[in-house]
Structure formats: structure tokens, C-alpha cells
């Protein structure tokens, strides 16, 4: 990818369950997001987290952001089979922050 | 959140043929908007910058002359795949920004839809 790597590339679980995604990215970032597509369609912004932020909540979203090491994760409590999707992070640089670079995606399969 | 459009969804052509992908900024301005390609289970890879009233600037491995970008107005940019080939096949989407201020803030960019390309 332009940017990054996340892991898992892929992600099974069961309803209920916890969904945990990690991104790892390569340059000084101004601020990363979390967006959601489903099989063939557009992007969904989940939730934006920005440099000098740690952790950052949204219903059943949980993010962090380690500066330090250049990764991030997500966190989806209580899985729902809606969740179902592709989970990609993306970047926004400090020196040129209109800018995104999208990690390599999670593909989260929840199952009923 | 604001809203942005693209036209059309889908399109098939044959090759050698161009086409023209419209992405539109529905209830905001938009200075700069963005062209991402989308390869099956790939993720996006940024294409280039479209910057209203000037030339766009593309990323590093982009033909220039193969993806013509035009942005002739706040809220609109097209993206025109000029002799289509099959390895041009894709799912292509814009997103935008909403112009802020200078507060220097980076916000959230607003993505389009999505094109499918799929040249026979």
C-alpha cells in the first residue's frame, strides 16, 4: 500500500465477540481515520483521531493511536453480523495533510 | 455530513474507447478533491490531486495523459480514462473536502460512491 499495513488481512469471529484491527504507517502523521466498505460499495468514516489523541470513543468503536510506534487499532465490541465489512486506515501527513494514504484493509467476517 | 456524488456508477465500454467519471460536491465547496482506484480486494491507492482552477497533481506511477482531470468549478471534478483498456478495469472513487478556513485543521474527507470501470 501507499502507506501502510494493517493486520489481520482477514478476520473471522462470531456475533458478540470483540473485533480488534491494527494499522501500521510509515510517515508523521496529522491525524488517521477509520472508514468501513461493504463488498462493492463506497467508504463510511467511522472515526478520526488525531496526533496529539491516545484513545478516542464512538459507540462501539474504540481507537488508539501510538505516535511512537506508528500503529493504531480498532476496536469493535459486541460484533454484529452488520459489521461485516472491510475495515481500512488511513493517513493524513503533517506537512501535507489533505493528503490520504489507506492501509492495506481487514476484511472482518462476522458470523450469526 | 456533506455529501458527495459520483456518475455514473457503473459503466462497461470497449476498449480503446474514454470515458468520463463526474464527481460532485452536493451542499459544499469543495477546492480540492481526490481520485482514489480500487483493484478487487485491494485497497485504494491515491491517484492524484484535483485542485479547482488549476492543473491536478498525480502521484508517483500515474500517467498524467491516460487519467485527465479536470476541475472546472467548486464542485465538480471529472476524471476522464482516455483509451480504456481492460487493465484499466476498476472501481474508481473521488472524495473531498470540505474547505475549513485556515485554521490549518485536517478534517474528514468525504468519499463518493464509487465507479466501476470494467473495459471489455
Known amino acids: 500500500s501507499q502507506q501502510g499495513e494493517e493486520d489481520p488481512q482477514a478476520l473471522s469471529i462470531q456475533e458478540g465477540e470483540n473485533a480488534t484491527m491494527n494499522c501500521s504507517y510509515k510517515?508523521?502523521?496529522?491525524?488517521l481515520q477509520w472508514y468501513r466498505q461493504n463488498s462493492g460499495r463506497g467508504l463510511v468514516h467511522l472515526i478520526l483521531?488525531?496526533?496529539?489523541?491516545r484513545e478516542k470513543h464512538s459507540g462501539r468503536l474504540r481507537v488508539t493511536l501510538d505516535t511512537s510506534k506508528k500503529s493504531s487499532s480498532l476496536l469493535i465490541t459486541a460484533s454484529r453480523a452488520a459489521d461485516t465489512a472491510s475495515y481500512f486506515c488511513?493517513?493524513?501527513?503533517?506537512?501535507?495533510?489533505?493528503?490520504?494514504?489507506f492501509g492495506s484493509g481487514t476484511k472482518l467476517n462476522v458470523k450469526p | 455530513g456533506a455529501v458527495v456524488s459520483q456518475h455514473p456508477s457503473w459503466v462497461i465500454c470497449k476498449s480503446g474507447t474514454s470515458v468520463k467519471i463526474e464527481c460532485r460536491s452536493l451542499?459544499?465547496?469543495?477546492?480540492?478533491m481526490f481520485w482514489y482506484r480500487q483493484f478487487p480486494k485491494q485497497s485504494l491507492m491515491l491517484m492524484a490531486t484535483s485542485n479547482e482552477g488549476s492543473k491536478a497533481t498525480y502521484e508517483q506511477g500515474v500517467e498524467k495523459d491516460k487519467f485527465l482531470i479536470n476541475h472546472a468549478s467548486l464542485t465538480l471534478s471529472t476524471l476522464t480514462v482516455t483509451s480504456a483498456h481492460p487493465e484499466d478495469s476498476s472501481f474508481y472513487i473521488c472524495?473531498?473536502?470540505?474547505?475549513?478556513?485556515?485554521?490549518?485543521?485536517?478534517?474528514?474527507?468525504?468519499f463518493g460512491p464509487g465507479t466501476r470501470l470494467t473495459v471489455l
Open positions: 510517515t508523521s502523521i496529522n491525524n
Open positions: 451542499d459544499f465547496q469543495a477546492t480540492t
Open positions: 488511513a493517513t493524513a501527513e503533517t506537512y501535507n495533510f489533505n493528503k490520504f494514504y
Open positions: 472524495s473531498a473536502r470540505d474547505w475549513g478556513g485556515f485554521s490549518g485543521a485536517a478534517g474528514e474527507q468525504f
Open positions: 483521531i488525531r496526533s496529539n489523541e
